[in-house]
């Protein structure tokens, strides 16, 4: 558990000194920020477009940080061979690769926390700037606390596109490991579409193989609660659990796999 | 007694080729056994299985077939790697941390923690020469200086067998005597000490046994005195007041002479006969014995022969 601990925040403090983070942070505030000037051009949907470019800076900026630190969690070392000093220590290799994901979620945690204040800022300005009539025709309040639904589930999604380029990167170089994930990340918001697919396709084997895919691949739509909660519509707890739920188990097989191909390969 | 370092049989098959793959044997059955408090050398030239070899030591890689152990653990065990420093070749740590925080980070992860901690980071940079720089980022560090925090990480647990990949290199000479220093001080604590170099004046000075590795198969083993001993490949007569022509009958048995002053030569004798008979001749002819010495080998010599012979072996072979 100490090792795990100490390479987690090992990871972090890294991170945190990486310019790479800096900059996506820095421009997923300037995004977040300007969503107000946007906001400002059209009239009555004003706080809708706040929230919705927040919530999708969130979400996109999240994206780069996950891939582009998570891919050099494990194959940057490897290519690097910084993972030759670690591992001589008295490290288990399954311990190093927990150590560097919970690292890297809580990067993710802060950085995602620095985004959510951002928005809040920005939309607490827009609600002190409006007359309270305005206020009360819009779907849902400014600093509706729903919007913290929306975060949280974009985490979770973070957490798991995290885990997918952790368990690439154990086993492939680093650019393969970020075009890999990238794909993972696109394909998985299709997902759905992929389970009716054999009623638009007349070959019965893209059916069967659409299909398959459709339950290997992670359904990521399932985290997207974005637009329910910007138009002011209710997101269920239960819809939560579920999602959280979806998201842990798939998170688990990822990182175990992950540990598991770790374990065994050589470091040429 | 036990060990510190034993190898059996110890063999190791990289897969080459892209499409077909086939096997390419990095390390053949290397069987080896250290003695505790042994400086034990690995020798030999580039891609012969040093690092292959401390690569499978410090389980980087499985091998193939064959078996290592530690202190009388199998490689591996987190208990063992409690008890033992590594030295990787060409060490490459985190960009983004000091020389401070690494070793802090390594400390950690063996238990030290708070001031004990602290103490041990400052005392290590003291000792390996990294002095105001240890507050800088590791990616402003030049290749000497990476080796230097490599070679205090290496140390961070007080271990007792330290294993060192090319330990010498991208040293200055101050560097080099330095980290011999260090060696040495290890050595007279009674610490196990297992490195891997290609340059053989670092094995002179500081081993005790050595082995030479070449095409992946141990072609040597001994200690020095052992294996420079068994090359004596003739003697050395320098003799004083000695007469031109006395030179010309004493025939091929002298391989070679010199005048290193007048009347004085320097005569290099073969092992065709014994050196007490020619001298007997030579001060019978009044000459004056200045020294007589046996010529042997270096270890540069005794290295190429061996190296010479593997991959001639090879060749034959394949």
Redesign the interface.
Do not use: H
């Given at each position: 558990m100490r090792a795990i601990r100490h390479i987690a925040v090992n990871v972090f403090r890294e991170s945190v000194r990486d310019k790479v983070l800096y900059n996506l942070v820095f421009f997923a505030v300037l995004l977040i920020s300007a969503s107000y000037l946007l906001g400002q051009l059209t009239a009555g949907q004003d706080v809708k477009i706040i929230k919705d470019l927040g919530l999708a800076a969130t979400s996109i900026f999240g994206l780069f940080i996950a891939v582009f630190i998570g891919i050099g969690l494990v194959s940057k070392e490897v290519e690097r061979r910084s993972v030759y000093g670690v591992l001589a220590k008295p490290v288990r290799r399954h311990e190093f690769v927990l150590g560097k994901y919970l690292g890297l979620v809580l990067t993710l945690a802060v950085n995602i926390a620095v985004m959510a204040v951002a928005l809040y800022l920005v939309l607490g300005y827009m609600a002190w700037m409006t007359p309270a009539n305005v206020q009360a025709a819009w779907d849902a309040p400014a600093l509706d606390p729903a919007l913290l639904k929306a975060v949280f589930l974009i985490f979770v999604e973070l957490c798991l596109i995290t885990a997918v380029a952790l368990f690439f990167s154990t086993f492939s170089s680093s650019i393969l490991s970020a075009v890999l994930t990238f794909g993972m990340f696109v394909a998985g918001h299709f997902d759905a579409d992929l389970k009716n697919f054999d009623q638009v396709v007349a070959s019965p084997a893209a059916g069967a193989l659409a299909r398959g895919m459709y339950y290997v691949l992670p359904n990521l739509a399932s985290f997207d609660v974005k637009a329910d909660v910007v138009h002011g519509q209710p997101v269920p707890w239960a819809l939560m659990g579920l999602a959280t739920g979806y998201g842990l188990v798939y998170i688990a097989m990822l990182v175990l796999a992950a540990m598991f191909i770790f374990s065994r390969r050589d470091f040429k | 007694m036990q060990s510190a370092i034993r190898t059996e049989e110890l063999t190791k098959d990289?897969a080459v080729g892209f499409w077909r793959k086939r096997p390419h044997r990095a390390l053949d059955r290397l069987s080896i056994d250290v003695a505790p408090g042994e400086v034990f050398g690995f020798l030999g030239p580039n891609g012969a299985g040093k690092t292959t070899t401390l690569?499978l030591l410090?389980?980087?890689?499985?091998p193939t077939s064959g078996r290592a152990e530690i202190l009388g653990q199998p490689v591996g065990a987190?208990?063992v790697?409690?008890r033992?420093?590594?030295l990787?070749e060409?060490?490459?740590?985190?960009?983004?941390?000091t020389a401070e925080?690494l070793l802090g980070?390594?400390a950690?992860?063996?238990?030290y923690v708070g001031p004990e901690r602290r103490r041990r980071v400052s005392m290590l940079l003291d000792r390996v020469g990294i002095g105001a720089e240890r507050r800088m980022?590791l990616r402003k560090f030049s290749k000497g200086m990476l080796q230097r925090v490599?070679i205090a990480?290496a140390l961070i647990n007080d271990p007792e067998v330290v294993f060192l990949d090319e330990p010498m290199s991208g040293l200055d000479p101050v560097g080099r005597r330095e980290v011999r220093a260090l060696m040495l001080e290890l050595r007279d604590r009674g610490t196990t000490l297992f490195f891997s170099s290609h340059i053989l004046a670092d094995a002179e000075a500081l081993c005790s046994r050595v082995a030479i590795l070449a095409g992946g198969r141990l072609t040597a083993i001994g200690q020095l005195s052992e294996l420079l001993a068994f090359e004596i490949r003739g003697w050395e007569l320098v003799v004083a007041d000695l007469r031109p022509e006395l030179i010309d009958r004493l025939g091929d048995v002298v391989r070679h002479h010199a005048e290193i002053a007048p009347g004085r030569y320097a005569l290099e004798l073969t092992l065709a006969e014994p050196p007490e008979r020619l001298l007997a001749e030579v001060l019978g002819a009044g000459a004056r014995l200045v020294a007589l010495n046996p010529l042997r080998d270096t270890l540069e010599d005794v290295f190429m022969k061996h190296v010479a012979e593997a991959s001639s072996h090879r060749m034959t072979t394949e």
């Open positions: - | 990289y690569k410090m389980q980087l890689i499985f987190v208990a790697r409690r033992l420093g590594y990787p060409n060490p490459y740590f985190y960009d983004y941390l925080e980070y390594f950690s992860l063996f238990g980022q490599g990480q």
